[in-house]
């Protein structure tokens, strides 16, 4: 069902009550042992993210690809990877998800293609062809424009790595120095945008719930304010309002304030984007190691052991995005994801990780968990490359990359055999997570975070729509939710107190609580203590 917003910007019901959990299927789970995982092994472990309570599933690129970039570079669109399955067992898992309660979504990418895709190699040899961005041999190149593969000459501008040619949907400005630049409404900008309407036509039919779109803000070229990249979206969301009212557009955007008035159901905070490159997520999860080490150096992010950080730079974000999208849309707060380290990363340990997940599920942004963060699998520092994984010295984003630890025995059902294979080695710590110990175990990591998924689904005023009052700044962290719940949470490994303004009600009582205790006055938390409380 879908609520118009007094806006009349169409708000889909269905994602206010979402909570997602994003799968590497590379990672995942393997059915057929050739160590990589598959749509058949994602399908044999619903059951797990429906006892966990998650229901909508976001995954990563699954299309046709040379897996230059992990699939990133799409070479056929319109067809699943052989190493995952086929297009029927793609639909087969969107079925039996959605016989869980699960919705799926798919990683869509229409800023680039792989440099195999037929598109590209056709117009490598066809001057005439404006389905990427292409300057002429003579003219005075960006130093990121890469030389012709074909019989065409000139250069093409890439997206990202070489092998990621651009899709052209024109430029918003004109440059002399520039002329190839063509405009948004050109021949080639146009059939690309019917393209992307084709491409996520053709997917929705099959069933799934909608896209996460990757690198979002990246189509139009030179677009100061992403003007015309915004009027693309708006376009292509009116088109899906029509077409798939029930379909949600996730942006990887980095910047919901601008993401979700261009078109875009939600947004996530990411670690770029925003105006502040990433900082807002970075001041909660980033440890100053793994993939964050070097680009951004140290960190004094809040959830820290020593208590060093604040939480001001996400609230101030959070809040400045909410005051401009309103009811319009969603941001969405992840716990790590592909292209970032884990929450477990350099010293946080996971004795650190339920008051992170307390404060990620009961704030009002929609949560993402990265498959494995829910057991606490750590980032693995010092992996070699692997399908692109490397993009500079010490940021390798293999390590927040390897297979999902469903046991204890090696491989954790991945096989080591294939020289190939996406197989990598699992967290060098003996005493490492895996589903099963934590099934068992009411008191592990896992539990914890099926308890919060629970009250967060089952409690609206914790939800996006519920208003939040922060009481306290600092450590404790305490806010309140609704006018109805009362949200405590305690990074630091040093016990802390804080004060409630009016007071705690006699009545108040711990629906899901670990170290934190109430008086007539305030708060008291123990080290690493979290709790959520009915007022």
């Known amino acids: 069902m879908t609520n118009r917003t007094a806006a009349g910007t169409p708000a889909l019901s269905w994602l206010a009550d979402a909570v997602f959990y994003q799968i590497y299927p590379q990672s995942f789970a393997d059915s057929d042992g050739d160590g990589v995982g598959d749509f058949a092994g994602i399908a044999a472990h619903l059951d797990h993210l429906a006892w966990l309570g998650v229901n909508a599933v976001w995954l990563n690129p699954c299309f046709a690809s040379p897996f230059r970039d ?34 799926v979504l798919l990683d869509l990418v229409p800023g680039h293609t792989s440099d195999r895709h037929p598109w590209f190699r056709a117009a490598a040899d066809d001057p005439s062809d404006g389905r990427y ?82 690198m979002a803000s990246s189509l139009v070229k030179d677009d100061p304010g992403h003007v015309e990249t915004g009027r693309l979206w708006r376009e292509l969301r009116g088109w899906l309002d029509r077409e798939h009212p029930h379909a949600a557009l996730l942006a990887e955007w980095g910047d919901p304030a601008v993401s979700v008035p261009a078109g875009f159901h939600a947004d996530f905070f990411l670690q770029f984007g925003g105006g502040t490159d990433g900082l807002p997520m970075r001041s909660l999860w ?21 208590a060093r950080g604040t939480t001001r730079a996400f609230t101030d974000a959070w809040r400045a995005a909410s005051d401009r999208i309103g009811d319009t849309g969603h941001t969405a ?50 992996l070699p490359d692997h399908e692109g994984s490397a993009l500079e010295p010490g940021y390798n984003r293999a390590g927040c990359r390897t297979p999902m630890q469903w046991d204890a025995s090696p491989g954790a059902g991945f096989s080591t055999a294939p020289p190939d294979a996406y197989y990598l080695p699992l967290d060098p710590d003996p005493g490492r997570p895996d589903v099963a110990s934590q099934r068992a175990d009411e008191k ?34 305490v ?17 802390a107190t804080a004060p409630v303004p009016g007071g705690v009600p006699d009545s108040a009582r711990p ?22 409380f009915a007022l």
């Open 70 to 103: 992990a699939g990133y570079d799409v070479s056929d669109y319109f067809t699943t990877a052989p190493r995952y399955g086929t297009d029927d067992d793609l639909a087969a898992l969107v079925e039996a998800a959605r016989a869980h309660g699960i919705r």
């Open 479 to 495: 806010y309140r939710r609704g006018g109805t719940h009362l949200v405590v949470v305690n990074p630091g490994r040093r016990a």
């Open 133 to 214: 961005v292409w300057a002429p041999q003579d003219a005075a190149v960006p130093a990121a424009y890469v030389p012709s593969p074909g019989r065409r000459p000139g250069f093409y501008l890439p997206n990202f790595f070489d092998s990621q040619p651009a899709l052209n949907f024109g430029f918003a400005r004109t440059d002399p120095a520039q002329p190839w630049r063509q405009p948004v409404d050109a021949d080639g900008p146009r059939a690309n945008r019917r393209a992307l309407r084709d491409v996520m036509d053709h997917w929705l039919a099959t069933g799934v719930s909608g896209f996460r779109v990757d």
């Open 333 to 382: 707060l992840p716990t790590a994801n592909h292209d970032y380290s884990r929450l477990a990363c350099g010293p946080r340990t996971r004795e650190q990780l339920p008051a992170a997940f307390a404060f990620q599920l009961t704030w009002p942004s929609l949560p993402a968990i990265y498959y494995g963060d829910e057991i606490g699998m750590r980032y693995v520092p010092g």
């Open 511 to 532: 629906l899901e609580a670990a170290g934190v205790t109430l008086t007539a006055e305030g708060v008291a938390a123990e080290g690493f203590g979290y709790g959520v």
């Open 286 to 306: 980033g440890t100053g190691e793994g993939t964050e080490h070097a680009r951004w150096g140290e960190a004094r992010c809040f959830f820290d052991a020593e």
């Open 444 to 477: 592990s990591l896992l539990h914890a975070v099926r308890r919060l998924v629970a009250l967060r689904r089952a409690t609206p005023a914790l939800g996006p729509a519920g208003g939040v009052e922060v009481l306290h700044e600092g450590y404790p962290f």
